[in-house]
């Protein structure tokens, strides 16, 4: 490899620094790839792990009227923990959360399903058609379930209109199942583009051989495909549940009273409630109640996956 | 270079950069990276005005247009709490709209500086009664001038509520089960709930705040939706989605005008009172415009606006004549501000305003 | 290699579900454009008949004017700080091997996988922590943060296909790193770059939540369409807006991924 920037190399003590790292440069390929990868790092590093340890240490803090106290304290843990009724919302929003990615995950897998193996030409086409509705606004689209759902809503005044029914259906809006159904529209597509990829990257040659070793569709699809395909369920059902958990607008817009979850009283008590370092803890436990069921469920199905790879 | 053509060489990857920059530029896409103008240039000079829903309307700082050419920029909040977390997070209003019972927090907060009176022409007009609620002075300064004032109560439909006597208890009565709507904001609902379970919802001992939450727990299936705005309880009503919700006079005067056959309830344990009013930020850009804003609000023009059309009061004594008693009784005011307000529950602070929110707060989230 | 599939699966009853679930994507998300035309306040059925005064008045409106001017500058820093940063990082990933490559992909995944109102919390705590005021800048901060692992995952799988030969033959040819950079790599990586570019924008233009919590007094275009959702006289306005939100966002999007896949495609077929 010459190039003329070699053939001459520069004197003196900068020259021979400048030398070195160029050597250092070269030899070591990888150093070149954290140099590259060094400011992005810096970003993520600064945007977000230092707010999350600032969100950390504020967890450990009190807070009245307008004064935070800086004493390290478990106060706020303690009482999380300790209030029974804390430790349900957590666990309720953990519920219709993983609700909706099943919900969402086995609506999916059909149609994942479909594009891997029932369609030949216009794969980039169907691809297009399910990533676009999860790139518009998310806002919009919780906004047209709420007057999808709603009392004067779509679903109400059309069967009023065709004379189905008398008077709205008042279970449609204002509970758990608005949430459940609207996060399952919301979050179908980021569902798909997983389990599409386990399912198009699987052998061909393993589904034939099964086929020749005598195994009927069904059986085959049973046997090979599925457990095959299960890392990419297990990303497809991280990728729905764990947004969810936190999210608050579909709470807000759809849930009422009982649709309630976490992420709505952690905007209360920054909001509102003015308590920010009682909204911090808040957030730190459900991060981490988030972060062990997708641990429980890695765990789980780590046998499986390991005998898909 | 034609665009299919570049588009196909865009995908081949054998598009070269000297050709791509000359179709772009063609298409015009160089005007697109000229630096972002700062959009109208008269925007800055504008007040900015943090306030309820509603409350934006041009009629209501008539004289501020005339003065300005154009309305203030507007900004609109839902909840006191959260007005205040968004100034402490930096957000600088010129002018905001909190009530009379959040001005001491605000100013210890440190989002609202003492006015200078002298610089409001109206100000000699405003009813003297207003002019020292507590709370709303400081070391002599005034810091709050009050602008609105009215009622909280339960606005319900006469052709779908049957009730013998009117009582805040419509608002835990079973037969209404998943029809009953109530503001979302702590200062809106607890007050009424402590009213109704006998308690002084200003100074609630330990003992009073578990009364009065048991009551709100009791009141929760009941309730369709706690609301964030007066819309979606004006909206409920007139749908008949919810029989009775907890709302303002302004809704009363609403829904009547669209023919929804309502009442704005007088409970027998005392209606709500509140007076509202406008605050300076300390850090206001606009400190002239802000004068000229709060001084358009308190002119008679805007108190005639509020009280016929809106049904709320006014703050300018001037302002009842120009409404006319007609008005004034339709909207179930008085002429003596005083007495109007110490009829019913006026809005204070609470003793201890953080228990009260938080303990509001678990009981919506169901805790 | 078309295999028989299981006898439920076949034929015409996947079809049928693919269809099926299309329609579940798509339809409640087209009611808005179909109500913004039609001449009543409520959103209900049946429709009164077609009017275009929505659109009209949407677009006299100077607040949401000044959103829209918001968003795009917002949108438009963010598309390209990300997107510069997804470079760097898509090349560090699929050009080097380096200890702690997994880790640091694993780092780059997080902010996409991180509930977006903890991101908010700790980013709103953090810049008061440091004194930073709300602004537009904050905004655009938070959205880097979650557009760059975007941008770089678009970008490696760009260049994953890349042929690395092609750059050492440059350089052989006597081009020097910086040449060799602007004449053989970039140009083979620009579709990449512009699907990220397009991708990255539209991210930051309909993001909300992040917005919400970092706003000042300068509010992007979601958080307007938030402040008239409760307003029943101002909804046909906002669904007006929303149809043009959507129709921008597809057309965008559609054309990205397009451009992306398409300069993929070429080197997939060779592989068969």
Known sequence: MTSEAYTTPPAGPAGRLRTAIRGALFRYAGLRGYILLSPTLLVLVGAMCLPVGILLVYSFWTQSYIEIDHTLTLANYIKIFTRQSYMLLIGKSVLISFTVTVATVLLAYPIAYFIAFKVSRYKIVWLILITVPFLTSYLLRVFAWKIILGYNGIINSGLKWLGIIDQPLTFLLHNPTAVVITLAHAWAPIAILPIFVSLEKMDRSLLEAATDLGDSPTQRFLRVTLPLSIPGVVASSMLVFIPTVGDYITPQLVGGPDGMMVGSLMHAMFFRANDWPLGSALAIISAMAITLTSLGIWLLTKQARARAI | ?367 | MKLSAPKWMRGGGLTGYAILYLAFLYIPVLFLPLFSFNDGIYISFPLKGFTTKWYVEMMATESLQHALLNSIKVATTVSIISTVLGLLAARAFTRYRFVGQRPALGLLVLPLVVPGIILGIALLIMANSVGIELSLFTIGAAHVLIATPFATFVMISRLEGFDANLEEASRDLGESGWTTFWRVTFPLALPGIVASLLLTFIESFDEFILAFFLSGNEATLPIYIWSQLRFPKKLPTVLALGACILTFTVVVVVFAEWVRRRGVGPSRKSEN
């Not at chain 2, 002084?200 to 009791?218: F, T």
């Not at chain 2, 706690?226 to 909206?235: K, N, W």
């Not at chain 2, 309830?265 to 002239?288: R, S």
């Open chain 2, 1 to 367: 270079m034609k665009k299919n053509e570049m588009l196909d060489r865009l995908a081949d990857g054998t598009l070269n950069r000297r050709s791509l920059l000359k179709g772009l530029s063609a298409m015009g896409i160089g005007v697109a990276m000229t630096p972002y103008f700062h959009g109208r240039a008269n925007a800055a000079d504008q007040a900015t005005y943090f306030t309820w829903e509603g409350y934006e309307v041009p009629e209501l700082h008539g004289d501020y247009i005339k003065k300005h050419g154009a309305s203030p920029e507007v900004s609109i909040f839902a909840d006191e709490g959260e007005a205040l977390q968004k100034m402490n997070a930096g957000f600088t209003p010129d002018v905001a709209h909190p009530c009379s019972y959040n001005v001491n927090l605000w100013r210890e907060s440190g989002v609202a500086q003492a006015i200078d009176t002298s610089r409001l022409s109206n100000w000699p007009d405003v009813v003297s009664s207003l002019k020292t609620i507590p709370g709303t002075q400081h070391e002599g300064k005034q810091y709050f001038v009050p602008f609105d004032w009215g009622n909280t109560s339960i606005l319900y439909r006469t052709d779908l509520v049957d009730i013998k006597e009117e009582s805040w208890g419509l608002m835990w009565d079973e037969r209404y089960k998943g029809r009953l709507a109530t503001f979302s904001g702590a200062n809106e609902t607890v007050p009424y709930a402590s009213v109704y379970a006998g308690v002084d919802p200003w100074n609630m001992s330990d003992a009073d705040l578990a009364k009065v939450r048991a009551l709100l727990e009791k009141q929760r299936p009941l309730i369709r939706f706690y609301a964030d705005d007066v819309s979606s309880i004006e909206q409920g009503l007139a749908s008949g989605e919810i029989v009775a919700g907890s709302t303002w006079n302004s809704s009363n005067v609403l829904l009547k005008g669209e023919g929804v056959p309502v009442k704005f309830m007088n409970p027998k344990e005392g209606i709500m009172t509140w007076v509202c009013g406008l605050t300076i930020h300390p850090k206001a850009p606009n400190l002239d415009a802000a004068y000229d804003l709060i001084d358009a609000m308190l002119s008679v023009e805007a108190g005639k606006f509020m009280i016929v059309d809106y049904g709320y009061g006014h703050s300018n004594s001037k302002s009842f004549d120009a409404a006319g008693d007609e008005a004034i009784e339709n909207a179930g005011l008085s002429r003596d501000v005083e007495a109007f307000l110490k009829a019913g529950v006026f809005s204070n602070e609470f003793k201890d305003r953080d228990a009260v929110l938080k303990m509001f707060e678990e009981v919506k989230a169901g805790l």
